[in-house]
């Protein structure tokens, strides 16, 4: 435990369009928040390219620059950002304990929690090269699925979300090949039915990806076998998307927040508010849904608002 105990008025864990937002709301109304950028400061778009969905970048813009300009706007109000990463967390009293690095200890009026969630990734090194490069691996279709404009692209996944995300594909590739590792989908019949009945889908069941293949800089195709038979082939494409599913950064948050069974953090419907009075949620921690940096902005403002008017109701 440290020596001495900082008291802050609103403390905002993660950094990314939910976090950074947050602060810019929350700096604005003289809370004088502190925000600890975490492992990856920036979130998931440090990752991406380029973003051209976001409003107000008519000519695009690539992840890591947006966010810095976020993060030099938040501190531009007054914002205090920090290296750093929160370790633990007790929300059992009136007064939100928050550990950084294991020894500073932090007393907070308010805590907005913007962690987000961590895209799963087969592990490959291949795609693991090709996924640091931006050159052609994706864990969001509908985040860079226009890059591939009638380009034949790869999915690997069985669930809903990988048929949503197969489906979104198809209205843009000329093909799409979906890889799915058993026998049969997990995804509902519903969903099922409609990747089948889309006639530029091909769906490969007992297939797994042995590597994704590519020139150094771009992915070229995908190397796949059939489990059953031992059969392997190449599949050429531009682009390897994957959908098996995202883990929500909310492990140190779980002995005192309602989660969902896959970790994701329950709010208040319509609010960023969470089971902890003076806790709330923002961005991907909490959204299983969208997934998108515009919708992270809008909770990050929500949870500052949220925070502003129980600081106000305490007063």
């Given amino acids: 435990m440290s020596d001495s105990i900082e008291k802050v008025k609103c403390l905002i864990i993660g950094s990314g369009p939910a976090g950074y937002t947050a602060a810019i709301y929350a700096s604005r109304a003289n809370m004088f928040p502190v925000l600890y950028q975490g492992t990856q400061p920036g979130g998931q778009l ?53 550990w950084v690095n294991d020894t500073k200890e932090i007393h907070c ?9 961590s895209a799963k990734y087969l592990g490959l090194e291949s795609e693991q090269h090709y996924l640091k490069m931006s050159g052609g691996v994706s864990a969001c279709a509908v985040c860079d699925g226009f890059f ?18 197969a489906h979104y594909l198809s209205k843009l590739c000329k093909k799409v090949t979906m890889l799915v590792r058993s026998e049969q989908f997990r ?14 889908i ?3 069941l007992n297939t797994e ?12 195709g995908v190397r796949v076998k059939n489990r059953t038979s031992g059969e392997e ?61 515009i919708t992270a902005a809008g909770t990050g403002c929500m949870a500052a608002l949220d925070a502003e008017r129980y600081l106000a109701s305490k007063e």
């Fill in 46 to 98: 440090t990752t991406t390219n380029e973003v051209e969905n976001f409003p107000g970048n008519p000519e695009g813009i690539t992840g890591p620059q947006m966010m810095v300009n976020l993060q030099e706007q938040a501190q531009r109000f007054g914002t205090d950002v920090r290296d750093g990463w929160v370790t633990k967390v007790d929300f059992s009293g009136d007064i939100h304990k928050v």
């Fill in 109 to 117: 009026e308010t805590v907005i929690i913007s962690t987000g969630a």
């Fill in 148 to 165: 591939y404009r009638n380009h034949e692209v790869v999915i690997v996944g069985a669930g809903d979300s990988a048929c949503e995300e």
């Fill in 187 to 200: 995804a509902s019949r519903i969903m099922e039915e409609r990747v089948r009945k889309t006639e530029n």
């Fill in 202 to 204: 091909e769906i490969l």
């Fill in 209 to 220: 990806t042995e590597e994704v293949l590519g020139d150094g800089q771009l992915v070229t």
């Fill in 233 to 293: 082939k190449d599949i050429p494409a531009t682009g390897f998307f994957v959908a098996i599913g995202h883990k929500p950064n909310t492990d140190i948050f779980k002995e005192y927040l309602t989660l969902d069974e896959t970790g994701y953090i329950v709010n208040t419907p319509g609010t960023s508010k969470t089971n902890i009075k003076g806790v709330f949620v923002a961005g991907d921690a909490a959204d299983h849904v969208y997934r998108q940096a």
